[in-house]
């Protein structure tokens, strides 16, 4: 491929990938519609598509690609995706159907109110909403059709197909009388699409294997061989948790149930938070939303519980509400960080946040004064519930809803009196951030090393395995209860891409030692942020649209390329610090060339989980592309990484020192995608925070 072409095509590409950033803003600003009235749906972003298409093709061609299989499968797959993508714009028809009981539709309306006429007429016989067992949480959204005399069903991902057109449940009328299906027509731009996924797949899969390819080569290369790359010292020493001591004055005072009654109080089988729950779930949480942990005084959970419930005068003036928000301590003359329910109502039984709220609507703006009064309120919401008893209802004894086996309790019971989380994030940040920093000091100086440095080297990977045993159990614990594979919010996420870091790390570490500096501290990160995060650690049932196998399988892929890319990250930035110390040149090309292993797979994984992301959303909403901000986040995250691979012999990924600062600042579109799509820009898959 000539010099003008690969400056064309490269020119193209990065264009391509700042377009794409920068139309996710510019969706914030002014809106979806507008977005994709001048961005996404306009001819110029189509045709700039179709011409990176065919600089493509012409690349291939100048490569002559098909002389290596998997270079061939991938530039068809890729070829193939866009192709799609291009029917899918010219000839796909996607809209809205609106189902009223007994009335016949024969037509639906498209994004741009245009009315297009279907080739049979359909009727709505009823909607009706499917819950989970004694709950009112939602498993299910299904209408009941007729279409040309035969009864037919659509509900959540489980569409309805006829004639070439898919129907998806997609909203509902609040009378229940009405039922809104999303309409998509398109016999050729899906097919297509989903043929250049599978190639995709393939030609992931063949790269790693094929003998005569480039991550072959790299795999072969001797310098990978040496094992032990750096001998770095670990002083184990003791790690003690900070736990709140246990204040036990004036527990005497206040009414409480003894220990024997909470004990017996913490298997009873309740309904709350739509599931079937022992008490102590009930109580743990309560304590821990409240105060900001499960030790309050020493008390038991169940003692708190029950005293608010038997004495609700006296507890009202029990500082135990932690309000985060120093404006808001402020504003209501507080001296420490907590507060009681009659700390919050004046003397005339006014309650005070809704004076400090009314006052702060006035500004345009959401404080962090707004944020702090929401959280105080929900806090209080929790205790007037339980006060009218609404928080929890009793298991019906008429056997309506299976109780829970001894087992589950048990399994529950351990899960929440075990703080695995914080345990593990304590532990592995504090032994990574030791043995990074002594890896980048030992890097930049030579030191001679010492018996009790190897015998310390030999003893870290199993603590690693320890902790990665530990944090299983809880995961496996998570995943018992509430029966499912736990990737439903950004805790669960969290939880599993730290299980995905530790076992990386623990595959790697017997060849590369300094790779468990890495797994200590990437998983100590993941976990401090599940910890601490906004992210909601309750185990609650699945929304109707997150029950689908694909999705677990979509955000598996994602999560493990993104352990993937943030060990790539931390590889870069040992390097560069060893560069600026102009030592052990040997060293640096290892990490380059762990890293460019690294890359193959972390590239094909999450190309490979935005595939089967778009195949869930094909079941589930009908259309397997919206260009929603995660998607094209997502998308730019391939396309970044993606590049070191695309244009390997360009000067920026042939030269280490470019290399490395290359892949070191690529992290932060994982970051974008993971967690600034979340916060900053919104849109459909704002759940991973739910």
């Known amino acids: 491929m000539d010099n003008t072409l690969k400056k064309v095509f490269g020119t193209t590409y990065a264009i391509i990938v700042v377009i794409l950033a920068a139309a996710t803003l510019i969706e ?33 061609i100048k490569q002559r690609v098909w002389r290596n299989l998997p270079s061939l499968l991938m530039h068809t797959a890729l070829g193939t995706i866009l192709l799609g993508a291009l029917l899918s ?22 994004e741009n109110k245009q009315i297009h006429k279907l080739p049979f007429a359909m009727a709505l016989d009823s909607f009706s909403i499917k819950y989970y067992p004694g709950t009112e949480a939602p498993m299910d959204y299904v209408s009941y059709m007729t279409i040309e005399g035969a009864d037919e069903m659509v509900s959540m991902n489980r569409n309805y197909v006829k004639d070439g057109y898919r129907f998806c449940q997609s909203s509902f009328d609040d009378n229940g009388i009405g039922s809104w299906l999303s309409v998509n027509h398109d016999p050729y731009g899906i097919k297509t699409t989903f043929a250049g996924y599978l190639l995709f797949i393939i030609a992931g899969i063949v790269s790693l294997f ?45 009414p409480v149930l003894s220990k024997e009654e909470a004990k017996k109080l913490e298997r009873k089988q309740v309904i709350y938070q739509n599931r ?10 309560f304590v821990k939303k409240i105060y900001g942990s499960a030790n309050y005084k020493g008390l038991l959970p169940e003692q708190v519980v029950g005293g608010w419930s038997i004495a609700p005068e006296i507890w009202r003036n029990e500082k135990m509400i932690k309000i985060k928000s120093a404006e808001l301590r402020h504003q209501l003359g507080l001296e420490g960080n907590y507060c009681s329910l009659g700390d919050l109502f004046d003397k005339e039984g006014k309650y005070r946040l809704q004076e400090i709220w009314n006052k702060e609507q006035q500004s345009p703006e959401i404080s962090k004064l707004e944020k702090g009064i929401t959280e105080t309120d929900e806090k209080v919401g929790l205790i007037l519930m339980l006060g009218h008893n609404t928080l929890i209802k009793p298991l019906p004894t008429d056997g309506s809803i299976p109780p829970l086996s001894d087992t589950k309790i048990d399994a529950e019971l351990l899960y929440n009196k075990v703080p695995f989380t914080k345990v593990l994030f304590m532990v592995n940040l504090t032994l990574g951030l030791l043995v990074f920093g002594i890896l980048l000091y030992k890097g930049i100086g030579k030191h001679n090393g010492k018996k009790w440095i190897n015998t310390s080297l030999n003893v870290l990977p199993f603590v690693l395995l320890a902790a990665f045993v530990v944090h299983t159990i809880g995961y496996g614990l998570r995943w018992y209860i509430s029966g499912r594979i736990p990737l439903n919010n950004g805790f669960e996420t969290m939880q599993f891409l730290a299980m995905c870091v530790m076992l990386l790390a ?23 942020v599940a910890h601490l995060g906004q992210m909601n650690p309750q185990i609650t049932p699945l929304m109707p ?38 030592k052990d040149s040997q060293q640096v090309t290892q990490l380059t060339l762990i890293n460019r292993l690294l890359l193959y797979p972390a590239v094909i994984l999450i190309g490979i989980g935005i595939l089967l992301g778009a195949v869930w959303a094909n079941e589930s909403w009908g259309n397997y592309w919206a260009w929603d901000p995660k998607e094209v986040w997502a998308l730019i995250t391939l ?8 244009f390997q012999e360009a000067a920026l990924f042939t030269k280490e020192k470019s290399f490395h600062w290359y892949m070191a600042l690529a992290f932060l579109t994982v970051l974008m995608t993971y967690f600034g799509v979340n916060y900053l820009l919104g849109g459909m898959h704002s759940y991973a925070n739910a």
Request: net charge positive.
């Open 639 to 646: 396309m970044v990484y993606g590049a070191a691979i695309a």
């Open 210 to 254: 094929w003998k005569s390819g480039t991550y072959r080569k790299l795999l072969g290369n001797p310098l990978l061989k040496k094992g032990g790359l750096f001998l770095f010292a670990l002083t184990l020493g003791t790690n003690t948790c900070e736990t709140r001591a246990a204040d036990t004055t004036n527990v005497k005072k206040i």
């Open 276 to 285: 079937v729950v022992p008490f102590n779930t009930v109580a743990t949480d």
């Open 28 to 60: 914030d600003h002014w809106g979806t519609d507008f977005a994709n009235r001048y961005v996404y749906g306009n001819a110029w972003f189509v045709a700039l598509w179709s011409i990176f298409a065919l600089l493509g093709l012409a690349s291939a």
């Open 506 to 528: 623990l595959v790697l570490c017997k060849r590369y030692r300094f790779v468990l500096a890495f797994g200590f501290l990437l998983s100590g990160f993941t976990l401090l």
């Open 89 to 110: 714009y010219t000839t796909g028809e996607h809209g809205y159907v609106h189902l009223i009981k007994e009335a016949s539709v024969n037509t639906f309306e498209d």
């Open 545 to 582: 649209v997150l029950n689908s196998p694909w999705l677990s399988t979509h955000v598996s892929m994602i999560m493990i390329s993104y352990a993937l890319f943030a060990f790539i990250m931390l590889n870069s930035v040992l390097a560069l610090v060893l560069m600026r110390g102009e």
